[in-house]
């Protein structure tokens, strides 16, 4: 179930808090969590377009709370803010990605013959 809520992006951020200091140096460490942490936060943002379940909003502001973060709703703001931005940018290129997730969404379904 993890690609359904994003569980893997959690997981990493666990193991990067709980055992990172353990094998990387402090600058490298402030690294890693900051590329995830952004990754993290446009994968939630383009999931508030999707319209999430609470459960969902629910696991990850505890995902990132528990680690002692917190979770950023200015975060998600932005990102979302950003992938807005992108889309119009690019709309070609965010039309393709839609009709992949609806598609994804569809193969999914409850009840589907695509799987």
Do not use: C, Q
Request: aromatic letters at 10%; charged letters at 30%; zero cysteines.
């Amino acid at each position: 179930m993890s690609t359904d809520r994003g569980t893997r992006l959690g997981g990493w951020l666990r193991l990067l808090v709980t055992h990172g200091p353990d094998y990387v140096t402090r600058h490298e460490l402030e690294i890693l969590m900051e590329r995830h942490l952004a990754g993290y936060y446009r994968y939630l943002a383009k999931n508030l377009f999707l319209k999430r379940d609470e459960d969902f909003w629910r696991y990850h502001r505890r995902e990132l709370t528990d680690t002692g973060l917190g979770f950023s709703r200015t975060r998600v703001t932005r990102a979302a803010l950003a992938t807005l931005w992108s889309a119009a940018l690019h709309p070609r290129m965010a039309v393709d990605k839609l009709m992949k997730v609806r598609h994804r969404w569809i193969a999914n379904a409850p009840g589907s013959r695509e799987r």
